[in-house]
């Protein structure tokens, strides 16, 4: 045996006679010649026989006969063993492969850490992270649109880029045939030569693959980030001189073809492309195409071809970490192996370290020119959030995003000329040559079928490292020189069919019409043929003997003649390619692919197309529609050489609107077209750059990036941008505020990711109609209807189609505030800057509702950008109340029914209020009105409720805990009559005005009961003090008046005003005395002692007179009140005059409390003495006994109107008394929640005696006689009093007629009286309130306390006088709007 040699190598492959498998085996060099490849055996080599080593295969089997080196590498192997590595040096931790690339390596199962998780990069933001405005747009993100976002980031400009397709990455593209059907969209007018043409349009709008019809011509196109750059066959291929030299081209570059030699290098140097290694496994399929090109007397045009696959690990030009190719051939459906350097590996993934916002799933539709300002608007179809469920609206209500300076049109040569075609439609002055001179780049395809020897062309998603595919395209028959004329020059190249077409490969290509059959193949050729053929139909497309696995794939590059247009019908793009390819030249090619098929024994097939739609070709290049002008003006293309886009048919040209992609190549170039297209848009991106005196940085060089971390670089920090002075203070501020809400947003959004936390989402449209009028102010359903009204006679009608996104299911569950993320559109034509475009707005589901009780309310608060620059903000909520009780149709019409109100904007500290209980409606009222949601785009709305997850489970949990929730809450509000009992709250809550007295006195009456009276000195210096004294009724005490869960109350109300306001507790409210079985006819001896005082202390002007007293009297203290001035007890001079309250002398209880009285064999309160004592405690608990429980129990079945059900205890109880004191919907949360706290209960004597009072209507004396107080005697000494009595329309307690009563007994007893006005006696009605809420009531400080306030001050200060308010916190609150409700 001989001695080793000193050179290491590791071998490819070889067979063990063993065991018949494939045994690991590498080609490598160690020394000074190159590296030893990771992971794989060494062996020492001598000359044809090795030393075996330890642990390693049998050295027989690495002998020259097995090993057969010259067939493996192509060339002597021995020389190879001598030779450097090929290639530029490698950078940091740059290997190459390491050997055959195994299983494993073919699809990258995850970027992550952990081989358990799926975990893939996304460069692409959540569209709610968009901002309003950027310096520049760039549309679409392959060659074009990558290279103008990596340099216009470069430049320090910020960056939006928006890709139709979705986010993809190696591991994630289609490999099985049902994947890669999910994956496609077709659109355009299918137009076979045996069936009437149709304009078709299906499948998933941002698949992968877009099979585009056209009459005489078809395309394929990719959508995706990464553009068709992720699935062509990467073949890097400089245009020559000659075509470049054309008249088509414009004279700048025709004239010097020359100088797109440096825009040539640039690209190279990210793209890197390089040659199929020769120290790789050799390709039967590049064999066999240099075999026929030796048979076509083409030898010295073949040639391995340049391609930018990478062969080795480490990271790319970009920075980003790449893999050896394990040479699957999978190229034309996705490679997922990491070796392929698309434009989203390269320009992309710079663009976004760069501080580039790129956002997938945007399909752009036209472009205008900014309206009042510079710049561009984009509109877009956003399809994310499951919109296109709405398929009505995903086209109409577009969102848009602003271009400040310039947008890149770089959507490919379909694409940017559908989207130009669209723009001069609605209004963007173009060139008339918009959509003309496209061309297929003289694409031809076809196939040498069931040849003489293994091809091994058909993509596997796992080949064997042993018998490799390769990558698609790596040899090339280069016939571009030689002609007389260039356009007969072209290229043949072979190729690869993914592994998704190989189940109907054999079919297309057996039964399809048009194969040429060889003709001299014998008779064992031919059985040899049919034998593969019944092979590949029985054992497979992947028989290694059968006849698909020796099948060659053809792909010709040439020239066409460019007569193809594109037009839009009924808004979808129409392909007419009408001068295919020169027919003849055509022809001749077919001749070329036929006559090379036949060179290698196979049968000619044309491309599959060809056949079935009646000779069309197929092209995966289509180029021109917004062609290069060949003379700088609009008369012969639609942009200069620069790429700028023509105003007409003059050589004027919109600033800033450049088209980078295929769409300005004039002619067929006969060669792949990327390295072109990269090479044209570097150009035009640099010469846009020195236009506008802007300075790319292409020296500095991204380092390995963390593709999973932020990028390197911003652009987004205002203090950083470039000329900062040109920024006033107004953008300055709308700059850092927007950057504020989006740090916000992305923090959701990532923490959410990074917890793996489950969300769901949902896509929501209404309609309806919105007034503009600033006048519109009230919060009330009536304004809005009004609104809405008024909207629909002017037909102001209004939309909006928003996607409510949680990314944290458990945000909206267990919240208070339920929050999701809003992102959409809102369209009201009437409205200037419509349509608006509305980012990282508020959602909130079913949030607690502060201004209503036991009210729930979908809410929508966003700001929202118009195109004219303006920034409005839009507050809309649901209100779902207990009108929805036990009704679905209110419920439907409750969840469905959207109150709006558009306001001017302010800052988010006055957003963020804490002093309002609806800080979405701060701001001066724009317009209001009403929206509704229509059936039909409720069924779609369902159709888009998606669970977000990491994997199936996580999303099924998600979707169970979200539709649980919902329905929990919807059944509580539906069914809130049989909910669980609302029970008084142990903490305060909702005290947000706490208004505690200056001065409290103990007042002792005549009979020695000692109550309390409480003093508020006044807070308005600027006007004479006068006393007020303010008197409650039964069961309540002083905060009826100082009410500490509204913002403004009574007291400070009357404060204000000036006046000095007094409030006792008397002996039938909230004291401990109440329990003692006193009476109205009892507290009149407490209002005399109380007066006393106030005299007393507070005399007036003459300490010697005494000023009289002007009063408040409310309910049962008000007939207290009267008992005391009609039996003399209360001199009628210490009056100054009364306001009274629901009532006065002749007390009348309303229908239901008559019921309680008359309607029962034994009164109510006999009975409840007899079965739970005396004394009734409006308050109540769950510890409470068993009979006082049973009856809250009992209580529910009150009848009440729908809007007044509620669950609350405590309000049940008063109700049953009482009878209902309030209309709920006058009442916030916090008032009702703790109501207990304002009341505290009566005695059965007191009841008896109201009872006895409101049905005889006369105020009275004590039993056993019962007096009737309001005799005509007693009447006479109220002469002089001024009255003024008011009662709320929706009064439950007392009848209207209690006030009717007194207001005809004094009218007729004294007349209307000789004052000024020429009325002493008033008497108004309170439309919509009830009893109490005319005190306690959110708005009684603009509905019931003015009028009360006027009255006082007319009678106090005479009627020349007019009140002027203070310039306190209560004013500030009522002009911010933050009271108006």
């Not at 009204?789 to 339920?818: C, G, M, Y």
């Not at 419920?891 to 006055?910: A, G, M, Q």
Request: glycine share 10%.
């Amino acid at each position: 045996m001989p001695s080793a040699t000193t050179n290491d190598i590791t071998a490819t492959s070889a067979e063990d006679p063993r065991t018949g498998l494939e045994v690991p085996l590498t080609n490598g060099t160690n020394g000074t010649n190159g590296r030893k490849r990771n992971g794989s055996s060494t062996w020492h080599v001598g000359t044809g026989h090795a030393h075996e080593r330890s642990g390693s295969a049998s050295a027989s089997n690495c002998s020259a006969d097995s090993f057969h080196r010259d067939m493996m590498y192509g060339q002597n192997s021995a020389d190879l063993w001598n030779q450097p590595l090929p290639g530029p040096l490698y950078g940091d931790h740059q290997e190459e492969a390491g050997g055959p690339r195994s299983r494993a390596y073919a699809r990258i199962g995850t970027y992550g850490d952990d081989p358990k998780s799926t975990k893939y990069p996304r460069l692409s933001n959540s569209l709610e992270l968009m901002r309003p405005a950027y310096d520049c747009v760039v549309i679409g993100s392959g060659y074009g649109g990558g290279v103008a976002a990596s340099r216009m980031a470069r430049a320090g400009r910020s960056v939006c880029l928006l890709e139709r397709g979705k986010e993809r990455w190696p591991g994630e593209y289609p490999s099985k045939t049902c994947d890669a059907m999910e994956q496609v969209h077709y659109s355009g007018e299918f137009a076979p030569s045996w069936a009437p043409k149709k304009i078709v349009n299906g499948g998933d709008p941002t698949g992968m693959y877009h099979l585009i019809f056209g009459n005489g011509q078809n395309a394929v196109v990719c959508n995706g980030l990464g553009g068709t750059s992720l699935m062509n066959a990467n073949v890097y291929l400089e245009a020559d001189d000659r075509t470049l030299q054309q008249e088509a081209w414009p004279r700048e570059i025709r004239d010097n073809p020359g100088c797109l030699k440096d825009y040539y290098k640039r690209a190279e140097s990210v793209l890197e492309p390089e040659e199929y290694p020769e120290d790789w496994p050799k390709l039967p399929k590049l064999e066999m195409l240099e075999r026929q090109a030796k048979c076509l007397n083409m030898s010295d045009n073949f040639r391995r071809v340049k391609q930018t696959t990478r062969f080795k690990n480490g990271p790319n030009s970009c920075g980003v970490e790449m893999s050896p190719s394990a040479l699957t051939g999978q190229d034309a459906t996705g490679v997922n192996d990491g070796s392929k350097n698309t434009t989203l590996v390269t320009y992309v993934a710079d663009a976004w370290n760069w501080g580039a916002d790129i956002f997938c799933e945007s399909e752009v539709r036209y472009i205008t020119q900014a309206p009042d300002q510079e710049g561009y608007i984009i509109y877009f179809a956003w399809h994310g959030r499951n919109r296109g469920h709405f398929k009505a609206n995903l086209h109409g209500d577009l969102m848009w995003v602003r271009a400040k300076k310039a947008v890149f049109l770089g959507a490919g040569a379909i694409g940017t000329t559908e989207i130009l075609l669209r723009s001069k439609d609605m209004g963007l002055k173009l060139s008339e040559k918009v959509g003309q001179n496209m061309s297929g780049n003289g694409d031809i395809w076809g196939f040498g079928y069931n040849t003489d020897t293994e091809v091994n062309a058909i993509g596997k998603p796992f080949p064997s490292p042993y018998h490799p595919i390769g990558p698609c395209i790596t040899g090339i028959i280069d016939n571009r020189e030689g002609h007389e004329n260039p356009l007969d020059g072209y290229v043949i190249e072979e190729g690869t069919m993914p592994g998704v077409l190989a189940p109907f490969l054999q079919a297309m290509l057996e039964f399809l019409p048009g194969s040429v059959d060889p003709a001299d193949a014998g008779l064992i050729g031919n059985v040899k043929s049919k034998l593969a053929r019944i092979g590949s139909a029985f054992l497979g497309p992947y028989y290694r003997k059968g006849a698909i696995e020796r099948t060659q794939v053809y792909l010709i590059m040439s020239h066409d003649s460019n007569q193809a247009y594109l037009t839009l019908k009924d808004d979808k793009p129409v392909l007419e390619f009408i001068g295919v390819g020169r027919s003849e030249h055509v022809r001749q090619l077919n001749g070329v692919l036929a006559k090379a098929t036949k060179a290698v024994g196979g049968t000619w097939v044309q491309n599959p197309f060809y056949a079935l739609m009646g000779q069309q070709q197929v092209t995966v290049h289509p180029i021109g529609g917004a062609c290069m002008a060949n003379d700088g003006t609009g008369n012969t293309g639609v942009t200069n050489h620069r790429g700028e886009v023509f105003t007409g048919s003059d050589n004027e040209v919109h600033d800033g609107l450049i088209v980078t992609d295929a769409a300005v190549i004039p002619t067929a170039l006969g060669a792949n077209p990327f390295a072109t297209i990269t090479a044209l848009a570097e150009r035009s991106v640099d010469l846009y750059a020195a236009k506008h005196g802007l300075e790319i940085d292409f020296e500095t060089k991204n380092g390995t990036l963390n593709l999973f971390g932020p990028p390197q670089h911003n652009h987004h920090d205002i203090h950083h941008r470039p000329q900062p002075s040109k920024y006033d203070a107004k953008e300055l501020l709308d700059e850092t505020q927007e950057s504020a809400s989006i740090s916000s947003a992305k923090n959701t959004i990532t923490m959410a990711s990074r917890l793996n936390d489950t969300g769901f989402g949902f896509t929501e449209v209404m309609s309806g109609f919105i007034h503009r009028d600033s006048n519109l102010k009230r919060d009330n359903i009536e304004t809005y209807e009004l609104a809405a009204r008024t909207a629909k006679s002017l037909s102001e009608t209004a939309r909006f189609f928003l996607s409510v996104q949680s990314f944290d299911l458990r945000s909206i569950i267990h919240d208070p505030h339920h929050r999701a993320m809003l992102t959409g559109t809102f369209v009201c034509p009437t409205i200037p800057g419509s349509p608006f475009m509305v980012r990282r707005g508020e959602f909130n589901l079913f949030l607690l509702d502060r201004k209503a009780p036991g009210t729930r309310n979908l809410t929508y608060d966003f700001d929202m950008h118009g195109i004219n620059g303006k920034k409005l903000h839009f507050h809309g909520y649901k209100v779902v109340d207990s009108s929805v009780a036990l009704s679905v149709t209110h419920f439907w019409k409750s969840t469905s029914t959207l109150y709006v109100t558009i306001t001017e904007p302010v800052s988010p500290e006055d957003r963020g209020c804490k002093d309002a209980d609806e800080c979405g409606l701060l701001g001066e009222v724009v317009a209001k009105g009403m929206m509704h949601i229509q059936p039909k785009d409720f069924l779609s709305e369902v159709m888009t409720l998606t669970p977000t997850g990491s994997n199936i489970f996580k999303k099924v949990k998600s979707a169970s805990n979200f539709l649980t929730f919902f329905t929990r809450k919807s059944l509580s509000l539906l069914l809130a009559p049989l909910t669980p009992l609302q029970y008084p709250s142990q903490t305060y809550s909702g005290f947000v005005n706490n208004t505690p007295p200056t001065t409290s006195y103990k007042i002792t009456a005549s009979d020695n009961v000692v109550t309390t009276l409480h003093m508020w000195e006044p807070t308005n210096d600027k006007i004479e003090a006068k006393n007020l004294l303010m008197i409650p009724g039964a069961s309540v005490d002083h905060q009826i008046f100082a009410l500490p869960t509204i913002r403004y109350n009574a007291v400070n109300y009357f404060r204000r005003a000036g006046y000095r306001v007094f409030v006792p507790v008397h002996r039938i409210g909230m004291l401990m005395v109440a329990q003692n079985d006193w009476t109205t006819f009892d507290v009149r001896l407490d209002f005399q002692a109380c007066l006393k005082k106030i005299r007393q202390e507070f005399p007036g002007p003459h300490k010697d007179e005494p000023e009289a007293t002007y009063t408040i009297a409310h309910c049962m203290g008000s007939v207290a009140l009267s008992a005391g001035l009609l039996d003399g007890t209360i001199p009628a001079k210490w009056i100054k005059g009364i306001s009274c309250s629901q009532v006065f002398m002749n007390p009348i209880w309303n229908t239901i409390n008559m019921l309680k009285i008359w309607g029962m064999p034994i009164p109510l309160d006999t009975i409840y003495r007899l079965v739970g004592g005396d004394w009734l405690s409006f308050s109540t608990g769950k510890n409470d006994s068993k009979l006082q429980r049973g009856l809250n129990e009992l209580l529910r079945l009150l009848p009440v109107a729908r809007r007044e059900i509620c669950n609350n205890a405590s309000c049940h109880r008063v109700t049953m008394a009482l009878g209902r004191c309030w209309n709920h919907h006058n009442l916030n949360e916090a008032t009702h929640r703790q109501i207990d706290r304002f009341f505290g209960g009566i005695t059965m004597t007191l009841m008896h005696m109201l009872m006895k009072q409101g049905y005889d209507g006369h105020v009275m004396g004590n039993a056993p006689l019962f007096e009737q107080l309001d005799t005509d005697a007693n009447v006479r000494r109220l002469k002089g009093i001024p009255i003024l009595l008011f009662v709320g329309g929706d009064n439950a307690v007392l009848s209207p007629e209690s006030t009717e009563r007194t207001y005809d007994v004094l009218t007729t007893a004294f007349g209307t009286g000789d004052d000024a006005s020429g009325v002493q006696y008033r008497r108004r009605v309170v439309p919509g309130y009830g009893h109490l809420d005319c005190w306690m009531g959110r708005n009684a400080w603009k509905d019931v306390y003015p009028f009360v306030r006027e009255e006082i001050d007319r009678v106090v200060r005479g009627p020349e006088y007019r009140f002027q308010e203070p310039l306190d916190k209560f004013k500030r609150l009522v002009d911010s709007g933050k009271l108006l409700y």
